[in-house]
């Protein structure tokens, strides 16, 4: 069975920093590209940033100089390091494994920035 658990969300401050973490299992993690998705409300899913499973990243514009993404693959996990966080940050953020026809998404992790 597979599955992403996403930790990490929480409540923080404008400028304030979180790390996301998404932990996998059952699938062959290091060769899956994992994205991280962000819903706020009212607004449609986006991307926010990915990760090739050689490592190569890209971001969405919003997010670019401000967040990281990377990933162990020893232990499975993607990881979303965001820094500088804004109150237009605020949703619920999924990780998400795809490759060819499977396609994986994890419960998703509240962040929510106060202004």
């Known amino acids: 069975q597979v599955q992403l658990v996403e930790s990490g969300g929480g409540l923080v401050q404008a400028g304030g920093s979180l790390r996301l973490s998404c932990a996998a299992s059952?699938?062959?993690?290091?060769?899956?590209?994992m994205t991280w998705y962000r819903q706020a409300p009212g607004k449609q899913r986006e991307l926010v940033a990915a990760?090739?499973?050689?490592?190569?990243?890209n971001y969405a514009d919003a997010v670019k100089g401000r967040f990281t993404i990377s990933r162990d693959n020893a232990k499975n996990t993607v990881y979303l390091q965001m820094n500088s966080l804004k109150p237009e940050d605020t949703a619920v953020y999924y990780c998400n494994a795809r490759l060819n026809r499977y396609d994986y998404w994890g419960q998703g992790t509240q962040v929510t920035v106060s202004s």
């Open positions: 059952g699938i062959i993690f290091s060769v899956f590209p």
């Open positions: 990760i090739t499973s050689g490592g190569s990243t």
